[in-house]
């Protein structure tokens, strides 16, 4: 398990944060996603994939994504 895998794993969330989708990598890693408002989240993880969800207020989406990408319409925040 890498060092960064090990931190997102080995504990709760301590912080939190509104995200701004954008095409640009996450300047914070976070531990997992929670939607504030309906909508598409689109994501991109660590190896290149992106994926559309479409997702509903007050759903956790337990991932560490690369990037939030700007053609999200849901409202997400990132624990940290």
Same mark, same amino acid.
């Given at each position: 398990m890498s060092s960064r =895998? *090990?931190? &997102?794993?080995s504990s709760p969330a301590t912080r939190q944060y509104v995200i701004t989708p954008a095409d640009a990598d996450l300047d914070n890693p976070v531990r997992a996603l929670y939607i504030a $408002? $309906? #909508? $598409? &989240?689109v994501i991109e993880d660590h190896g290149g994939n992106v994926v559309t969800y479409p @997702? @509903?207020? #007050? =759903?956790i989406i337990p991932? *560490?994504?690369k990037q939030i990408r700007a053609a999200t319409t849901a409202s997400v925040i990132g624990w940290q």
């Open positions: =895998q *090990s931190y &997102l794993s $408002d $309906d #909508g $598409d &989240l @997702v @509903v207020a #007050g =759903q991932f *560490s994504p």
